[in-house]
């Protein structure tokens, strides 16, 4: 190479700059997942104050995106930056999701005639539903209405935006509404406060 050629030169074209973006592809995935990531746990530990129902949110959050990797599959989309951006995203807009219904969780106070734990947690549990889920429920769907007009897009970046929004919100949703709340009807914290 040093034969031919000028000093600190290079070959460019539109091709290679694309394929630029490869080379630190998985690196800046991670970084970006990661310090996002990071960002949930922190925001929710905060909102929260509780380090279980902070791993059960975070838990929530981390499967948007496992469910997002899988749909990104199945609508046979290949991973790139456009898609990156996405999954970043997904990560701090399904927060919302489960978040609310968490800390409405930890908020209710279970009656005193309840005497078993079990009964405390089902009972936190369907009042966080019934008071925070109409809130959330009109969230997704508002959002949803507002990705609808992707719908029909021809444009590359809105048909990969209108579909990871579409599983965004139906597994944050799903996660938000059926998952998390069986999982603190289960397992969920229960403070005793007459101690």
């Known amino acids: 190479m040093d034969k031919y050629g000028f000093d600190d030169t290079y070959a460019f074209s539109e091709t290679v700059l694309n394929f630029e973006q490869y080379v630190v592809f998985l690196k800046e995935l991670s970084l970006s997942l990661g310090l996002s990531l990071l ?23 981390i499967l948007v995106d496992l469910f997002l990797l899988a749909l990104i599959h199945y609508w046979d989309l290949t991973m790139n930056n456009i898609i990156v951006v996405n999954l970043v995203i997904g990560l701090g807009l399904s927060v919302d999701y489960s978040a609310h219904i968490a800390h409405t969780y930890l908020t209710v106070d279970a009656p005193s005639s309840m005497t078993t734990t079990s009964e405390k947690r089902m009972f936190k ?5 019934s008071q925070m889920g109409s809130s959330v429920a009109h969230g997704g769907l508002s959002t949803f209405i507002a990705i609808m007009v992707l719908a029909a897009a021809k444009s590359y970046v809105f048909e990969v935006f209108f579909k990871m929004w579409f599983g965004i919100i139906i597994f944050g949703m799903a996660n938000g509404f059926i998952l998390l709340p069986i999982i603190l009807s289960l397992i969920g914290p229960v403070p005793d406060r007459t101690l």
């Open 125 to 129: 549990a369907r009042v966080a539903i």
């Open 39 to 61: 960002a949930v746990v922190l925001v929710v530990f905060f909102v929260t104050g509780s380090p279980p129902v902070t791993v059960l949110v975070v838990l929530a959050v």
